[in-house]
Every structure is written in C-alpha cells, then in structure tokens.
C-alpha cells in the first residue's frame, strides 16, 4: 500500500512548560501516575513529519489533576487556550485546537467556552468524562450541554480517573483500565439521561476506540429505553424494546459519535469498530504529545497493515471523519 493518506490526528496533545511548572507548583509532577512530559510545537511538528501526519487538532491533558481550586483551573485554562491559538495562527496550514473549560465550575466553564470560541476561534472543546465526580450527562450540565448544541460544537471527551480509583482494586494502572471504561461511563450517563437526544447538534469523538461502548452497545444502547420519562409510559421494558425492534434505535446515537483510533489497533479491535460505524466515524488518534513517538508510529502500522481495510478505507479513515467535523482544515 502507498502511504500517501494525509494523515489528520485528533487525539494529539501538545504539554507546554508553564503548564507543567504551574501543576508543579501545586505539587503535582504527573497525571494519573503518568509524568508529565513537556512538548512543544517544533518537536510536535517533528515527530509528525517522521510518522506521517498532515494535521493535528491539539488539546491539553487536564487528567488526574485533584485541585479543588476553581480560580487556578480558570486562569490554567485561559492561558493554555491562549497559547493554543498562538500555535494555530502560526501554523495554520498543520494545526487545530480544543479548548479547556475548568469544570467543575460550570459558571467559569461558560466564561471559558464563550472566550475561547468566540474571541480565540477554537476548533472545538475537551471535556473530561468526569470533572471532580460530575460526570458527562449528570443533571448539573444541562444548561452547558444546551450551549454546547447551540454551538454546534466538536467535543472529545477525554477520559479521567473515576472518582473511585483511590479505593481497594487490583493492582493496575489506572490509565489502561479505568480510563477506558471511565469513557463508557461518560457515554451510558448521557445516553441514559437523555443528553444525547435533547443535544443532536453537539459531535462527539471518543478516544481509545469508545473505550468498552462498542463492545458493550447492545447493553448501552438499551439505556435509552430505561429512560424514566419513556418506561412510565410501557408496560414494560421489553415491551417498548421489541416495539422499537431491538436496539438498533438505541445504537443511533452510539453510531452518531466518532471513535479514534489511540490504543486498540488491534484486528480484534478494528473488527468491532467496523461492525458498529460507518468508516466515516473511526478516525485517527495517536495520543502523540503524552505517548511517544512509538505509539503513533505503531497506531499507524496497525492501520496499513490489517487485513479489513483497503486503500480507500485507509483514506476515509485519515481524513473524511476529520474534515467533516473540523471543515477549516481542508481549505489550509
């Protein structure tokens, strides 16, 4: 195969100094037990030039940070979202970004998003699937959620330590385990809430292949029927689920989302993406920024070399999904 794609990466994360001496500051010298590596725009610009990639939409990991401090996450987040829109104008052609908002403070969160769209014209935005225990899709965000979908806006929902992970488990880092399975956390609350139906117009990417949510659909998409609004309606449960014809009403709204590739390259893995979405829907991710060189590297060979998907998937994969979600990036 050629390798001629024009990769564009969605989960790609750019760490800058000051981010890091600020959470040092703090006395926080990782994120969920993983160091902090510091990244900047030329070795970020370096790195995807050795491995392939176009364009990159940037964010900045705010995982595993336990501040209760509003007023800090407010001032990190205005001057990360402002350093991210420096490297965009000056990169224009290579670069987009997501902002940060400093839930759980909601109130700031609005100031944050309004600033960051509207004055810096951020691409989109990253949420945490839980902020503090406030989890995507809890009641408390409903307001937010509204301007979200009044936005029209790309949202990658970046997953976080549970607020349970301190408690006795098994001995394994929480990032290989919890996090993905803190991401379907996320989705089942606003499928179960009704988030997903009331905010059409919000788009969501997932990162590391939806976490468990494609594996786990059938037992997701059913949430939308367990609704209280809807079951007080029925008979019962399975009464409204064969009315609708099983779950596949209910796997709408996972079909609608968009799954990166980061971490679950595997045949096994990819084989389930595609059985539930549309190739428009899986798009690139690499984690490049926080991961090294390596991952992206090794993300990307899985892709050419499995055997499901030909030249024209591997095109659609780098870029269609990309470029519907972010536009501006097909006209730099």
């Known amino acids: 195969m050629s390798d001629n794609y024009g990769w564009i990466d969605l989960h790609h994360h750019l760490i800058p100094s000051f981010y890091v001496k600020a959470l040092e500051n703090k006395g926080i010298t990782d994120l969920s037990g993983v160091p902090i590596p510091i990244y900047n725009p030329e070795e970020c610009l370096k790195d995807m030039d050795k491995v392939g990639i176009d364009k990159a939409i940037l964010s900045i990991p705010a995982s595993g940070l336990h501040i209760k401090h509003n007023e800090f996450f407010g001032n990190l987040a205005r001057e990360t979202n402002t350093y991210l829109a420096e490297i965009v104008r000056e990169h224009p052609t290579r670069f987009g970004a997501l902002a940060s908002v400093p839930l759980p403070d909601i109130d700031g969160s609005f100031t944050e998003l309004e600033y960051a769209m509207d004055e810096l014209r951020l691409d989109g935005v990253v949420l945490l699937s839980n902020s503090d225990g406030l989890y995507l899709g809890d009641a408390e965000l409903e307001d937010f959620f509204a301007e979200l979908n009044r936005r029209r806006a790309v949202v990658f929902v970046h997953p976080d330590d549970p607020p349970f992970a301190d408690m006795r488990k098994p001995d394994v880092p929480v990032v290989h385990i919890e996090w993905p399975f803190d991401t379907t956390r996320a989705v089942a609350n606003m499928v179960y809430n009704?988030?997903?139906?009331?905010?059409?117009?919000?788009?969501?990417?997932?990162?590391?292949?939806?976490?468990?949510?494609?594996?786990?659909?059938?037992?997701?998409?059913?949430?939308?029927?367990?609704?209280?609004?809807?079951?007080?309606?029925?008979?019962?449960?399975?009464?409204?689920?064969?009315?609708?014809?099983?779950?596949?009403?209910?796997?709408?709204?996972?079909?609608?989302?968009?799954?990166?590739?980061?971490?679950?390259?595997?045949?096994?893995?990819?084989?389930?993406?595609?059985?539930?979405?549309?190739?428009?829907?899986?798009?690139?991710?690499?984690?490049?920024?926080?991961?090294?060189?390596?991952?992206?590297?090794?993300?990307?060979?899985?892709?050419?070399?499995?055997?499901?998907?030909?030249?024209?998937?591997?095109?659609?994969?780098?870029?269609?999904?990309?470029?519907?979600?972010?536009?501006?990036?097909?006209?730099?």
């Not at 590391?208 to 209280?228: D, K, M, N, T």
């Not at 971490?263 to 490049?288: C, F, K, N, Q, W």
């Not at 030249?311 to 990309?322: F, H, K, S, V, Y």
């Open 194 to 332: 009704g988030v997903l139906d009331r905010n059409p117009n919000i788009r969501f990417i997932l990162p590391h292949g939806g976490g468990a949510v494609p594996y786990l659909a059938w037992r997701i998409s059913i949430l939308e029927y367990r609704q209280r609004d809807k079951v007080k309606k029925m008979r019962s449960l399975y009464d409204l689920i064969l009315r609708k014809q099983g779950p596949a009403a209910g796997l709408r709204l996972l079909k609608n989302m968009y799954y990166d590739t980061t971490a679950v390259t595997t045949p096994s893995s990819l084989r389930t993406l595609m059985e539930l979405l549309d190739l428009t829907h899986i798009v690139l991710g690499t984690d490049l920024g926080a991961a090294p060189r390596l991952m992206a590297s090794l993300v990307l060979s899985d892709l050419k070399s499995f055997d499901g998907f030909s030249e024209d998937d591997l095109r659609t994969i780098a870029r269609t999904g990309a470029l519907d979600l972010f536009p501006r990036l097909s006209s730099v």
